[in-house]
């Protein structure tokens, strides 16, 4: 969230609300024949990912990359086990926290963590 937080203050979005918009539409561009709605999409995508890191520690295979719905099945599995710990480790492993399914997952995860702190 840090990240997220950094574009809005550098003025890359106007709000979380705007990343997150361009995150859905991220996440759908990478479906075939989607075509992002969002207006200027391509220049913010540039801005996002212009910063992308080569390092061998932070390279993200395309296996991972191809299989975003995987992930987050696996992601809500371990959330409805009450492994919520298990599923921000699981995020953080195939996702930078730039990458805009990464915003995602941990939206999925919300809800299960406010559940686990009304059972506490």
Do not use: W
Request: aromatic letters at 10%.
């Amino acid at each position: 969230m840090d990240c997220v937080e950094e574009m809005v203050d550098d003025g890359v979005f106007s709000s979380k609300s705007e990343f997150q918009r361009f995150a859905v539409e991220y996440v759908l561009s990478e479906i075939d024949g989607y075509e992002p709605e969002m207006v200027d999409f391509t220049d913010l995508e540039s801005e996002v990912f212009q910063h992308k890191s080569t390092d061998a520690g932070t390279e993200i295979s395309t296996e991972i990359n191809e299989n975003f719905y995987e992930n987050a099945a696996r992601v809500r599995q371990f959330a409805i086990r009450g492994e919520i710990e298990t599923a921000e480790e699981y995020i953080d492993t195939a996702y930078p926290v730039t990458d805009p399914r990464c915003l995602l997952l941990d939206d999925l995860l919300e809800s299960y963590r406010q559940r686990a702190n009304e059972d506490e």
